[in-house]
Each structure stands twice: as structure tokens, then as C-alpha cells.
């Protein structure tokens, strides 16, 4: 799959470079794509034939099974294979170590119903888990600490022209929790920027919610004009989006001007409606010292008293699902001990555990959750995995934590996979108890509340889980 990949990404280079890509050469230009850029995002030309590229793939001696499952091409009701790609331009979509798994296609012709359309999921792209231009930009996220989030092709190459090298975009879906994972390999600091249209609105407000839950901290980009961020960097430059990066509001104060805008400011009563107003949102923090650092910040920004904040998140206190603990160090640390050796260092062990630990809540919440995260990612997009290649991906932060675990040779023989098989069900505990202890304490808040028929069906749902 790697190999058709690399095939079809030279296949679509040539062809825009040949004389068959003039035209599309002038008008990507006209869009303000340099000839640096066409080279640096490898962009292309699908011909419009149907079977240019499946021609190529044939002639390589690829076979109808390898063919049917690479996501280049299409087979029809009656057994024929064209290509998936015609008559689009090319944007390469890469792995974090810059190996092409997929490509996505802006169509060439106005009266195309599908403006974009991206490769399928094969074995090699799974794209809840890739960000378009990762591979180039995590240098420089490591560098400034900071990652800037678009939502298309466009945008990340327009970007980039203007000097904002560490922008990526999600490759034609929501973005999910995986990818906010492999953005904070590199950086927790994240600029949004999506378009300020009613979709992109939406976007962010989705994607908000889930880079919160996830301790990610989010900035908001502003652009005037009601401009995507390519249009913005082409009308106003490279150094006026500069300026709107540097100068992005961190979510809760971006959130608390749409507050202040929206209540009578001038009247006590209007302040602490926009408090009320914003709370729903600090309450989603998981945190506790950082929910109570941003209620107290927004209470000072919007004229609160800090008594009546104090109270308000006592009662929230009061009346909040008992979060589960996470597991005891202890316990961690042994999981740690045995799991990441194993997984790093033998082949076998890694295919018979990684699918079972993969989806684990309880694995979430270790210290060690992102060196997890790396290690699947990796192994997801058929990387070698041993200890060099997952010491280069993590974290600075985390990368003597990875040393001290898998080179201790002092493990006493535990790096078993039978071990490994306990370490697994010793999580899926957890994920059982926790499950028992929150079903417990909603079904406690029902009856405090009085809503007995609700408490009722959280009782039978806890026997059924006992």
C-alpha cells in the first residue's frame, strides 16, 4: 500500500508538471500557490481519463485484490477498477513520518457535485488519527510550543506562505480525540482558527468541547471580514495574520466578550448573568484548581463579587458527579513496568495487546497516556516501533520517563505476555468499578433531587453492571 501510494504521488506530480497540468498550473497560481509550495506539499494533477493512474498501478504489477483495497481506485457493479481521482487537483496527505497514505482532491470542474473528495480509510490511513501537514509542522510546534488549527488544504498552504509553519488541519472530518492526542504529542498550547461561516462556527464549538476535555489550551484566531484564513493572508498579508495569531484570545475571555456583549454590563444583575451565562463551560473543566483559577479570572474580568463565585462553585461541588479516581501510583507504576516493555519491545506481545488496550478508559488516565497514544498512533500507520523511534516522537517531558521504564533491566522478569494479558484485566476492572462507583453517585443525586423514576432505572442499570 505504501508503494502505490508513492507510485500514485509521483504519477500526479508529473502529471502536473507536464503539459497537460498548464492550465492547472495557472489557475493555482492565480489562487496565490507559489511554485515553492507546489513543491513543498508535493500538490498534483488526477487526469480526467478514469484510468491514467490504475494503467500505471497494472503495468507495476499490482493485482486486482492489492488494487481494490488501496483506496485509489473504484471497481464498478460489474468487476472493473477506474480511478478514484479524476480531474482534481492533488493535496498528499502524509503520516507523521511523511510517508503518503492517502490524497484528497479539489475538483477541477465548477459543475462537480463533490467540491473535495479524500481517499477512503485503507489498512495505512485512518483518518480520525492523521493531520493534514503534521509531518511538516511538528519542528516548529515543538519550537513555539504552539500549533495553529485550520480546516482545509487551502488554509494550511495559505498559512504557511505566510510564515505560520506550524498549521495543520484535519483531513476532511470533525476533529476527533486521536487527533488532539498527536497535536499534544507536541503541544497542550493550540490557536483555532477555523472559517467564520455558520459550519465553521459549528466546528469549533464541537471541536472546543473535545480539546477542553482534554486539557488542550485553546486560543480563538479572530479574522475580519468574514475571510477563511487563505483569503485573509492574500487580501491583508502575511504580517496582519501574524498579528491576529499573536494576538488570539484565550477561549474563556474570547467566550466572556460574546458575554459581555450579549448582557447589560452596566447593571449587577446583567454581570452576573454573563457569569451564568459562561459557566457551563468552566463546570466542563476537569481540573478543580484550574476550573476555580478561570471562574475567578472571568469573575474579575466581568465585575463579580469573588464571594458569590466561591459559593456557586460550592454548590456545583456539592451537586457534581463524583468523578472517578484515577488509578493509585502504585498500581501505575506497575502497569507502566509491564506493559510499556512489552509493547515496545516485542512484536508479538505488541499485535496480541494493542487492540485490547487501545480503547481502556482507565489506560487514559495514567501519567503515561500520551507514550500510549504515540505507541498506537505508530504502530497504526505500520511504523517500526522499538525504543529510539518512540523516544523521537513523545514529548520532551516524557522521553526520561520512557528511558527509566523500558531500560530498567531490573524488571525481575515481569515483561510476560501473560503479564501483560493481567495488566489488561486489571484495567478493565478499573473501567468496571468506575463505572459502578458513577452510577452510584447519579443514582444518590436522583433521589436527593426527588426523581424516583430515574433513580429507579439507574438502580436497575447498576444490578445489571454488579
Not at 422 to 427: G, K, M, N, R
Request: glycine letters at 8%; proline letters at 4%; hydrophobic letters at 40%.
Amino acid at each position: 500500500l505504501y508503494e502505490m501510494h508513492e507510485i500514485a504521488f509521483e504519477h500526479f506530480r508529473k502529471n502536473l508538471a507536464g503539459p497537460n497540468g498548464e492550465s492547472v498550473r495557472a489557475y493555482i497560481a492565480k489562487r496565490g500557490v507559489t511554485e515553492t509550495s507546489v513543491q513543498k506539499f508535493g500538490l498534483g494533477l488526477a487526469e480526467g481519463s478514469g484510468r491514467a493512474l490504475l494503467r500505471v498501478l497494472e503495468q507495476r504489477g499490482f493485482k486486482p485484490d492489492q488494487l481494490e483495497v488501496s483506496g485509489l481506485v473504484g471497481k464498478r457493479d460489474e468487476g472493473s477498477f477506474y480511478d478514484r481521482f479524476r480531474n482534481r487537483l492533488i493535496f498528499p496527505i502524509q503520516n507523521e513520518s511523511g510517508k503518503t497514505i492517502a490524497f484528497g482532491g479539489r475538483a477541477l470542474d465548477p459543475e462537480d457535485k463533490a467540491k473535495y473528495l479524500n481517499s477512503p480509510e485503507t489498512k495505512i490511513y485512518r483518518k480520525s488519527n492523521v493531520l493534514f501537514n503534521l509531518n511538516r509542522a511538528k519542528e516548529t510546534v515543538m519550537k513555539l510550543d504552539r500549533i495553529v488549527l485550520v480546516e482545509g488544504y487551502m488554509d494550511v498552504i495559505g498559512a504557511w506562505q505566510a510564515g505560520i509553519t506550524e498549521v495543520v488541519a484535519s483531513c476532511g472530518t470533525a476533529l476527533t480525540t486521536e487527533q488532539i492526542r498527536a497535536m499534544k504529542r507536541h503541544s497542550q498550547n493550540l490557536h483555532l482558527n477555523f472559517d467564520p461561516d455558520a459550519a465553521g462556527a459549528n466546528a469549533a464549538e464541537r471541536s472546543i468541547k473535545l480539546l477542553l476535555d482534554e486539557n488542550v489550551r485553546v486560543r480563538i484566531v479572530e479574522l475580519e471580514g468574514g475571510l477563511d484564513p487563505d483569503e485573509y493572508c492574500k487580501q491583508h498579508g502575511a504580517e496582519a495574520y501574524h498579528q491576529r495569531i499573536a494576538g488570539a484570545k484565550t477561549y474563556f475571555y474570547w467566550l466572556a466578550d460574546r458575554a459581555r456583549a450579549r448582557f447589560n454590563m452596566r447593571e449587577p444583575q446583567g454581570r452576573v448573568d454573563a457569569f451564568q451565562f459562561l459557566m457551563p463551560a468552566i463546570q466542563g473543566l476537569n481540573d478543580k484548581l484550574y476550573r476555580a483559577a478561570v471562574a475567578n479570572d472571568l469573575a474579575s474580568y466581568l465585575g463579580v463579587p469573588p464571594g458569590l463565585v466561591l459559593d456557586h462553585l460550592r454548590k456545583v461541588a456539592a451537586d457534581r458527579v463524583e468523578r472517578s479516581p484515577a488509578p493509585k501510583a502504585e498500581s501505575s507504576r506497575a502497569t507502566d513496568r509491564i506493559l510499556l516493555p512489552l509493547l515496545v519491545n516485542d512484536n508479538e506481545a505488541r499485535m496480541e495487546l494493542i487492540d485490547k488496550l487501545r480503547d481502556l478508559p482507565a489506560l487514559k488516565l495514567l501519567g503515561t497516556a500520551p507514550i500510549f497514544e504515540a505507541l498506537f498512533t505508530m504502530h497504526d500507520a505500520g511504523e517500526t516501533v522499538n525504543f529510539n523511534t518512540l523516544h523521537a516522537r513523545i514529548h520532551p517531558s516524557l522521553q526520561d520517563i520512557l528511558a527509566t521504564i523500558v531500560l530498567d533491566t531490573g524488571s525481575g522478569g515481569e515483561g510476560t505476555l501473560e503479564n501483560g494479558l493481567a495488566c489488561v484485566e486489571a484495567l478493565r476492572r478499573d473501567d468496571r468499578e468506575t463505572i459502578l462507583r458513577e452510577l452510584k453517585s447519579r443514582i444518590k443525586s436522583a433521589e436527593r433531587e426527588g426523581r424516583l423514576s430515574e433513580a429507579l432505572a439507574l438502580m436497575q442499570q447498576l444490578s445489571q453492571s454488579a
